[in-house]
Nanobody
Framework: QVQLVESGGGLVQAGGSLRLSCAAS????????MGWFRQAPGKEREFVGS????????NYADSVKGRFTISRDNAKNTVYLQMNSLKSDDTAVYVC????????????WGQGTQVTVSS
């Protein structure tokens, strides 16, 4: 069992930056592939990006590529989402998730943190 807690959300002006954190419980964090998702009001949940267990493989949705950066610190059981050049379209609840392997679906989900970008 893994528990995930996001933090770092808030209100930011367009063009600004935020860094989200997702802290995981347990001693096996380094085994999990981690993902970030977001959901805006009235829209379906959207994949933002993911990072492999060791951090070597990272991919992003086209909508955030070049602006967002995912990283992880396995010693701190934490994954990060650095968001730069924020746009109003980035306003959403951001949620992190953990998957058991590189091919399995995401099994554990956090509660999310709100990001609001004002134009």
């Amino acid at each position: 069992q893994v528990q995930l807690v996001e933090s770092g959300g808030g209100l930011v002006q367009a063009g600004g930056s935020l860094r989200l954190s997702c802290a995981a419980s347990g001693r096996t964090f380094s085994r999990y592939r981690m993902g970030w998702f977001r959901q805006a009001p009235g829209k379906e949940r959207e994949f933002v990006g993911s990072i492999s267990s060791g951090g070597a493989y990272i991919n992003y949705a086209d909508s955030v590529k070049g602006r967002f950066t995912i990283s992880r610190d396995n010693a701190k059981n934490t994954v990060y989402l650095q968001m730069n050049s924020l746009k109003s379209d980035d306003t959403a609840v951001y949620v992190c998730a953990a998957a058991d392997s590189s091919i399995s679906s995401y099994k554990y989900w956090g509660q999310g943190t709100q990001v609001t970008v004002s134009s």
